[in-house]
């Protein structure tokens, strides 16, 4: 479904539609469809496009119920098909059906308020009005259950069940049924706060709660820090032995694939049992070991800028890396050795020599194998490289800031540590599609990046942008979903909701980073 309009991207969580997709796309479909026609000249769809975007950000793990489109009307290939479905004004908001026949033209919606929560309940009820017969072939019912029905002694043998009591009128156990539509494991039922007999027998006081039964016959209540839409689906995603389901595309944008696709180890090596609040010096050795024996070495010589750009990597490591260390020993070593070589240009295996010398007489110690811990994948060519290149760059973001002058006397940038990132990445990072994802993001934002704090964000941001795009993709390792990161069980003061939306409190996401990617939450074991 091509034929990007100019206000929305391939990169959306959305679906662009144009004359030659839309009745094929919405005639038959096995979801409900949710369609803004806009006009790419109209002001008010330009200043609304950031709207429908997070909209269809919030609601993208729904799409195998119900799915969200555009289609502009401006381009000329679109003004027949725009003409035929009857779209006088900008935008225009369809629902169709799921199941249509080609002669449906949708039903236009007239309201007013195209606030998100407000066309994210709409869609609720579009879902709801379909009978049980043309229900969405994915959407489980999403009428409440009563006592009786909901049999409680004898549900959840082989999976959790969650039952959500809420208050007649709250659409949160409607929206957390539909946000664990992608994931295996657990199901959703909700019921009302009204039905005395289950609130009663479930000794149930405040609303919403959630109720959980578990595989093995137990049930309990949830805990849940705030009883809000994202902690609720949030606490459900993470419930052990839950898993997103993946897609089955092979269109999926993931490069990681390659880059985590190391050798078959991690499937013979022992599970190492790790606590997801801690970062692991293992994990930053691994990253390191990885980086300067594999990927820089099927370089086999280095010049000019690339050059350049691995002195500066090296200094800034030995410069911020935590601890003080064998680590820091061995880049302060390289990064002398390097400085003082008066040449152009080093074959990369005086590099991996000196490194390997400078070991072997000293000591200093950088492990000689790939050793995961919190980046352990469930099965080889998962995580692995990619997690922890991300947490080593992390936690120097956070060392930079908690030691600012130690990039004195280097002609620092604003931003050094992600200007080095980026230039790493672009010039060495062996996922290439990787590499022009992080190049534009770099391109659009990077700069604006004033301080330490900021550097902080920007790349917390960043990552979650990729986290969020990459939910489902094939690199998505099904034990470890990618979702917003922190998690409410990481950081529930992190997290908040503002008018039915979820939104970050970024002052506790920085206290959190600072705290989490700090010197004294590293934990050193499994480390050589
Ligand atoms: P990762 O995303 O690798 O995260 C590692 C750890 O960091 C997590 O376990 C968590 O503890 C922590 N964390 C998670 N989110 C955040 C956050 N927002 N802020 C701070 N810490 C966080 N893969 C693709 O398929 N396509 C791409 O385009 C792509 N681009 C990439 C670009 C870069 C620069 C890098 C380094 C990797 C890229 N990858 C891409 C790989 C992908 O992002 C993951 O690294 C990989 O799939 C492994 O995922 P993971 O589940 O181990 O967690």
């Known amino acids: 479904l091509g034929g990007a309009g100019r206000l929305y991207t391939e990169e959306d969580p959305l679906v662009i539609l144009s004359s030659d997709s839309l009745k094929s796309a919405v005639t038959n479909s096995s979801s409900a469809w949710l369609i803004q026609f806009f006009s790419s000249w109209c002001g008010h769809c330009i200043q609304y496009s950031s709207t429908w975007k997070a909209l269809a950000q919030d609601v993208k793990d729904w799409q195998d119920a119900i799915s969200v489109g555009v289609l502009d009307c401006a381009q000329e290939e679109n003004f027949d098909v725009c003409k035929d479905y009857s779209i006088k004004f900008y935008p225009t908001f369809k629902f169709f059906w799921a199941h249509s026949p080609p002669s449906e033209r949708g039903t236009t919606y007239r309201g007013a308020d195209r606030s998100i929560p407000s066309v994210r309940q709409l869609m609720v009820n579009v879902l709801q009005n379909h009978t049980n017969l043309d229900r969405p072939k994915h959407c489980p019912p999403l009428e409440p259950y009563r006592y009786l029905d909901l049999n409680l002694d004898r549900v959840g043998v082989y999976h959790y069940t969650a039952i959500l009591v809420e208050e007649p009128d709250s659409y949160v156990g409607r929206e957390v049924i539909l946000d664990l539509l992608q994931y295996l494991g657990v199901q959703v039922k909700r019921a009302l706060s009204s039905d005395r007999p289950l609130v009663d027998a479930l000794k149930l006081t405040a609303f919403p709660a959630i109720y959980l039964l578990h595989p093995n016959g137990t049930h309990a209540h949830l805990h849940s820090e705030k009883p809000l839409r994202f902690f609720f689906s949030s606490l459900l995603r993470t419930l052990p032995g839950v898993q997103r389901r993946l897609k089955s595309s092979s269109t999926s944008s993931s490069g990681a694939s390659q880059v985590g696709a190391l050798p078959g180890k991690q499937n013979t090596e022992p599970w190492r049992d790790f606590d997801r609040s801690k970062v692991y010096t293992a994990d930053l050795e691994t990253a390191l070991h990885y980086l300067l024996r594999v990927e820089l070495a099927t370089h086999n010589t280095l010049e000019g800028e690339e050059l350049k750009i691995f002195k500066d990597l090296v200094t800034l490591v030995a410069k911020l890396y935590p601890g003080g260390g064998s680590v820091v020993k061995l880049m302060e070593t390289l990064s002398d050795w390097l400085l003082s070589m008066p040449l152009q240009r080093i074959p990369y295996q005086a590099v991996l020599d000196l490194v390997d010398n400078k070991m072997r007489i000293s000591g200093v110690f950088l492990g000689a194998e790939l050793r995961w811990v919190g980046c ?146 590293l934990s050193p074991e499994y480390s050589v």
Request: charge should be positive.
């Open 376 to 521: 352990q994948g469930s099965r080889a060519g998962l995580r692995g490289y990619p997690c922890s290149l991300w947490t080593l760059f992390h936690v120097l973001t956070v060392q930079h800031d908690a030691n600012p002058t130690a990039l004195d006397n280097t002609g620092a940038e604003a931003a050094p540590v992600l200007q080095m990132m980026r230039r790493y990445i672009r010039t060495f990072f062996g996922c290439r599609e990787c590499g022009r994802h992080f190049e534009q993001a770099a391109a659009v934002g990077m700069d604006n990046v004033q301080n330490r704090e900021q550097q902080i964000l920007w790349l917390w941001q960043q990552h979650n942008r990729g986290n969020m795009r990459l939910a489902g993709s094939l690199s998505d390792d099904p034990l470890f979903p990618k979702a917003p990161w922190p998690s409410p069980s990481l950081c529930a003061s992190c997290h908040e909701e503002k008018n039915g939306v979820h939104v970050w409190n970024q002052d506790n996401v920085l206290r959190f980073l600072r705290q989490h990617y700090a010197a004294s939450n």
